[in-house]
């Protein structure tokens, strides 16, 4: 009995057990008869688009002086590039500026400079000498923002003296002479005072990389002349003394009214020979006149609206008229042409370069 009884109690255990089995096996199969997975699903994350980092607009860095700014056409046809001169600006800007300069309709531009002023801009483009002179064919100027368009190898000169410093020190050893008052510095124009009697002053420029004095003050160059040479427009009211309204020259150019004009030779190199020099204001006209007539076939020129080769002032700071002889591009045509003329006449050489002081050896 009691071995039934055991045996009894194992199958009714397996059979509990079997029930619950299939119990469970129920609980975990959906109707479909698809696998329920015990666990709870975790929620999936949605995969957001990566986020873009943040692109700034792209501009143009700002070019400082000394840097070049692409090419532009002067309005004769010639290509010409744009350089900073001072300040700072876009080059896409300076580009677009002087392009509007040359081509705008609605722009006012006066003279064969093409004077012209728009949005605080002062523009200008000097005549071939002046431009040859001052080492660019235009000028705009805002404040302390100057641009300058140059041809040729002018751009490399450009670049290269664009940075000329313009302090006390620099304008001293250029000039040999002692700064004692203020300097107005306008990129490569200054305004000096020197250390002289009575407060002497001139304005000062960049040649060939060095400084030398374009006017000193008082002085009988017209502002019409000034500003196409290039004079900032905050150093014009120093041309008080304008010899139009005096009647020792006519128009700006330096012209002393006589049967021969005065000349504006190319700084190309030729060789001159000066047979005189006057230096006394109001007494040009005569004796220029009578220089002229001692010496048949010369000719005459200002020296500071002429080539830098050539001293700029008197020692007592008063513009120099030269009455010379064309000689030839070497040393011994020049010298032959001085030995032709009187005991005081001498060789000098017309260009961009020599030393003013140099006087040709013959």
């Known amino acids: ?25 129920a609980t975990a199969c959906s109707t479909s008869g698809q696998a329920v997975s015990a666990q709870p699903e975790t929620a999936s994350v949605s995969s957001q688009p990566a986020q873009q980092p943040n692109r700034q607009p792209t501009t143009d860095a700002l070019a400082t002086p000394g840097s070049t700014c692409g090419t532009v056409t002067f309005p004769a046809g010639t290509p010409g590039t744009v350089v900073v001169e001072t300040g700072a600006i876009t080059c896409t800007d300076a580009v677009a500026l002087i392009n509007r300069y040359y081509n705008d309709p609605v722009i006012t531009r006066q003279g064969n400079t093409m004077s012209a002023m728009f949005d605080g801009w002062t523009c200008v483009s000097p005549t071939a000498v002046a431009s040859q002179l001052a080492g660019y064919g235009s000028k705009c100027e805002n404040g302390a923002l100057t641009l300058v368009v140059v041809t040729g190898d002018g751009a490399a000169n450009a670049t290269a003296t664009a940075t000329s410093p313009c302090t006390a020190d620099a304008i001293e050893t250029d000039l040999s002479r002692d ?46 002349q000034a500003r196409a040479d290039g004079v900032p427009e905050a150093e014009l009211s120093s041309f008080t003394h304008c010899a139009d309204d005096s009647g020792d020259t006519v128009g700006g150019s330096g012209d002393l009214g006589l049967s021969t004009s005065i000349t504006q030779p190319t700084c190309d190199g030729l060789g ?17 006149g009578n220089a002229l007539a001692a010496h048949p076939g010369a000719k005459y020129l200002r020296t500071d609206h002429s080539c830098p080769s050539l001293r700029q002032e008197s020692n007592e700071g008063n513009p120099i008229y030269a009455v010379y002889k064309p000689a030839g591009y070497t040393q011994a045509e020049v010298c032959a042409g001085v030995h032709r003329e009187n005991d005081d006449a001498y060789g000098k050489w017309l260009d961009m370069k020599t030393d003013p002081n140099i006087i040709i050896a013959c």
């Open 1 to 25: 009995m009691r071995h039934k009884a055991a045996q009894l109690l194992g199958l009714r255990r397996a059979t509990i057990t079997a029930i619950v089995g299939m119990t469970l096996v």
């Open 179 to 224: 700064i004692g008052g203020q300097i107005r510095c306008h990129g490569q124009w200054a305004y000096v005072v020197w250390n002289l009697l009575g407060d002497s002053s001139s304005l000062v420029r960049v040649v060939a990389g060095k400084w030398a004095v374009y006017t000193s003050f008082p002085t009988t160059m017209c502002p019409t």
């Open 272 to 288: 001159i020979v000066v047979v005189y020099s006057a230096t006394k204001p109001g007494n040009y006209a005569t004796e220029v």
